[in-house]
């Protein structure tokens, strides 16, 4: 299983593999990632059919996507739609069709909505949906309140 969080202090992105040290640190700060304690094998949220919870934060508001770089997948588009002048609109279809190949190809992972880490690598819960705007926006406040919670670069916090 891969983890990738991102450090609460300088915004660093910081790649674990499991087993990762009992206490790491950010990789460009050097300053402790937090990370949720292991859940119990008797918590009903331990994830007997899969992930269920963030490793890091510890919430269970996870979501499911594709490993695919968005930009990149931007890039594939424009060039298919820049070329339809010179290829009657074959170049879009061609898109098409990569973007289905590469969809079925790709493993899938889960990200959580509150600390934006993703998990890959690891067997997933099967009830884990897709992103859902709505969702995002409910725990957007929770998000930006663990951020603070574990922002060490300001001081001590009330």
């Not at 700060?29 to 269920?52: E, I, N, Q, V, Y």
């Amino acid at each position: 299983m891969e983890i990738i969080c991102f450090c609460p202090t300088c915004g660093a992105g910081n790649a674990l593999a499991e087993p990762h040290p009992a206490a790491p640190e950010c990789r460009s700060c050097r300053a402790p990632l937090p990370m949720a304690p292991p859940s119990s094998p008797a918590d009903p949220a331990a994830g007997s059919h899969g992930l269920k919870r963030c490793p890091v934060c510890g919430e269970d508001k996870l979501y499911v996507q594709k490993r695919f770089s968005q930009k990149l997948g931007c890039l594939i588009i424009a060039a298919g739609a820049a070329a339809v002048p010179w290829t009657y609109g074959l170049s879009l279809a061609a898109c098409a069709l990569l973007d289905l190949m590469l969809y079925r190809m790709l493993p899938t992972i889960a990200v959580c909505y509150v600390c934006a880490t993703r998990i890959a690598g690891a067997r997933l819960d099967p009830g884990l949906a897709p992103y859902d705007l709505m969702t995002a926006q409910t725990w957007e406040a929770r998000s930006v309140t663990w951020r603070r919670r574990h922002d060490r670069s300001a001081g001590p916090q009330c």
